[in-house]
């Protein structure tokens, strides 16, 4: 971590909450919490932002979008993790097998394969998107309320991704074991994985 992980006065009660919340979500203690010692305020208000984009959305597609675009923007520790829930919450490590061997998209769904490219191409040039795109998705039976969707969770994503990788914060050891060597090297985006007990 770049930044001290020490809360502020101001922010000590608030930030042993998001640490406690945190915890209770992923069985131990994220590295990316450090990143909001001095402001949980901040997580708390992306994760409500977060939770509001995912509620409306097929908790699939969301992981696949969330994938999409932090590998797109190089953030290895979105990557991992939310690879790590596709496998869990979603009970879908084929389609992270097929990612893995494959990772633009190419042996997924149509379906899958075009969002997966659309939320690449948002996060990585979101100016570059033209109707054509919005129009290849729509042939594919979206409708323009879940194309917006997959744009939201892309804008959401980056928040996070950015603030993490700019901060530091590093794969935990903990998702990282969950993957084997094919898998682990496809979301290893960048060689950063943090050592037990930083």
Known sequence: MFISTRPTRDSEAAFAAYV????????????????FAARPDVATAW????????TTMERRRFELVTIASARARGSAYCTAAHAKLLIDACRDEPTLRELATDPGGGQLTPVDAAVYRFAAKVATAPASVEQGDVDDLRALDLVDSEI???VYAVGVRLFFATVLDALGARVDPEIAAAFEEDLLAFVRVLPQVAETGS
């Not at 406690?20 to 990143?35: H, I, K, L, M, N």
């Not at 994760?47 to 995912?54: G, T």
Request: net charge negative; with cysteine; proline share 4%.
């Open 47 to 54: 994760i409500a932002l977060a939770s509001a984009v995912r």
């Open 20 to 35: 406690d919340s945190q915890r209770d979500a992923w069985g131990f203690v994220p590295d990316y919490t450090g990143c």
């Open 148 to 150: 917006a969707e997959v």
